[in-house]
C-alpha cells in the first residue's frame, strides 16, 4: 500500500474536516485508490503537532475535539512552535495550505525545495503577482481544484480541455455564493442594504461583509482561471467593480452597516433599468488571454446566468470545440465538506502520481 504522508497547514473548518474525512473514507480509499494518508503533522497559528511516523489516532481524535470546542492546537499535549514543521519537508510528504493567509508563501516554496507536493486551498499565493505566483502554475507537484468552485471538478475541467488540446476562448461565470444570493435579493426588491445586513447574519458574508462587495475574492478566482488556462494575467488586467465606494472603506463596520442605506435607491435603479430591458443583475466574472472584468452585469433573464438562483455557482467554458454552447459547471461553491472532499481528491491524485 502506498503511504502519503500529509502535513495540514491550517486547522480550521477545511482543516478540520478534511481530517474527519481522511479517518472515515480510510477504507474507500485503500481499496479504490490504493493508497493510504497518514496525517504527519496538523498546524494551526498557534503550533504545530508533530510525528513523522505519523500522529497517533488518539491525537487526532484530541485535536478535532479541540477545534470542535473552539480550542487552538497549543491546548494539546505535546505541541510544538510552528517552525518545527519545517522538519516534516521530506521529499514524497504532500502539504496542503489550508489557511486563508498570505503570509505561506515562504514555507510553501521550502516544501517544493524539499521535493514535496502541495495541495492548496488557500487562494492567495495563486492571485499573488504572477512572479511570485508562477511557481505553483508550473511545479508538476501542485494542485488547487478547491480554489475555485470549492468541490465543483472546475479546474479538473478546464485541465481536460487543456489536455486534449481545445483552445480556451473566454471562461466566464458566477462565481461567488454570497454575491449570488445578493443579487437573488436585489431581483426580488429587498433593498440592498437590507439584503447586505442579512447575507451577513445568516453567515453568508465574511464578518466583515466589504471583503465580499469588494469583488476581490471573485477578482483571484478569475485570476487563477486565466492562469491555469496559461494566461499569466495581473490583478491590472483585470477591471473590479466593488458594490460598495471607497470614501466607506475606513469606516467600522457598524458605521458601514448603518451607512450603505443610502446605496439602496442606486441599486434599486440599475435593477430596474435592466429588469426593463429583458435583463436580470449578476456578479459576472469573465476572463480572456487578454484581459477580464468581474463587476455587477445585466444578462439575459432567460440565460443560464439569469435563471440562476441564491447562492449557486456557474461556470462557463468557452472553447474552440464547445463554441456555440459553452461546457458548464453548476453547483454549490462552497461548504466546508465538498470543499474538503475537493482537497481529498487531489491528495489522492497527487499521490498516486507518484507511484506511476
Ligand atoms: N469553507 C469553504 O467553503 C471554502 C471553499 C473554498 C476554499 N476555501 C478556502 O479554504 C481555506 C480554509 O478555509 P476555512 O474556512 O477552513 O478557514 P478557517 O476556519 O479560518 O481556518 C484557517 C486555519 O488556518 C490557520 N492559520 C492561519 N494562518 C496560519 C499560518 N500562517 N500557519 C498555520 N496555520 C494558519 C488558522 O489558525 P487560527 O484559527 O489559529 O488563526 C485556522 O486553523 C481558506 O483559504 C478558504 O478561502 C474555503
Not at 480550521?12 to 494518508?37: F, M
Not at 495541495?119 to 512572479?131: C, F, M, Q, S
Request: charged content about 20%.
Amino acid at each position: 500500500m502506498h503511504e502519503i504522508r500529509l502535513i495540514f497547514l491550517g486547522f480550521g473548518n477545511v482543516g478540520s474536516t478534511l481530517l474527519r474525512q481522511v479517518l472515515e473514507t480510510r477504507e474507500t480509499v485503500a481499496s479504490r485508490a490504493g493508497v493510504q494518508i497518514v496525517p504527519i503533522a496538523l498546524a494551526d497559528i498557534s503550533g504545530v503537532l508533530y510525528n513523522a511516523q505519523g500522529l497517533p489516532e488518539e491525537t487526532l481524535r484530541a485535536a478535532l475535539q479541540a477545534v470542535a470546542s473552539g480550542r487552538l492546537l497549543e491546548s494539546l499535549p505535546g505541541v510544538l512552535p510552528l517552525d518545527a514543521i519545517r522538519s516534516a519537508l521530506q521529499p514524497g510528504v504532500i502539504l496542503a495550505d489550508l489557511t486563508a493567509s498570505p503570509h505561506t508563501v515562504p514555507i510553501l516554496k521550502a516544501a517544493l525545495d524539499a521535493g514535496c507536493g502541495l495541495v492548496l486551498a488557500n487562494k492567495l499565493p495563486l492571485a499573488a503577482p504572477w512572479e511570485e505566483a508562477r511557481i505553483f502554475f508550473e511545479h508538476p507537484k501542485v494542485r488547487w481544484e478547491v480554489t475555485v468552485g470549492a468541490g465543483l471538478p472546475v479546474i479538473a475541467t478546464l485541465n481536460y480541455l487543456l489536455d486534449t488540446g481545445d483552445q480556451i476562448t473566454a471562461i466566464e461565470g458566477c462565481m461567488s455564493g454570497t454575491l449570488g444570493y445578493l443579487c437573488s435579493e436585489l431581483e426580488q426588491e429587498v433593498p440592498y442594504s437590507s439584503a447586505v445586513r442579512r447575507a451577513r447574519e445568516l453567515g453568508y458574508t465574511e464578518p466583515d461583509p466589504r471583503e465580499d462587495l469588494s469583488g476581490m475574492d471573485v477578482a483571484r478566482k478569475a485570476l487563477i482561471l486565466a492562469r491555469t488556462a496559461g494566461w499569466p494575467l495581473d490583478q491590472e488586467n483585470l477591471a473590479v467593480e466593488s458594490l460598495y465606494p471607497r470614501e466607506l472603506a475606513s469606516l467600522t463596520v457598524d458605521e458601514f452597516l448603518a451607512a450603505i442605506e443610502r446605496l439602496d435607491e442606486e441599486y434599486a435603479a440599475r435593477r430596474a433599468r435592466a429588469w426593463n430591458e429583458g435583463n436580470i443583475l449578476r456578479y459576472v466574472a469573465r476572463v480572456t488571454p487578454q484581459a477580464g472584468m468581474v463587476g455587477l452585469t445585466p444578462v439575459p433573464r432567460e440565460s443560464a446566468l439569469g435563471m440562476l438562483r441564491g447562492p449557486g455557482n456557474h461556470f462557463a467554458f468557452y472553447t474552440a470545440r464547445y463554441n456555440e454552447i459553452p461546457l458548464v459547471i453548476c453547483g454549490p461553491g462552497a461548504g466546508r465538506e465538498v470543499t474538503a472532499a475537493g482537497v481529498l481528491g487531489d491528495i489522492i491524485e497527487l499521490g498516486r502520481s507518484d507511484i506511476r
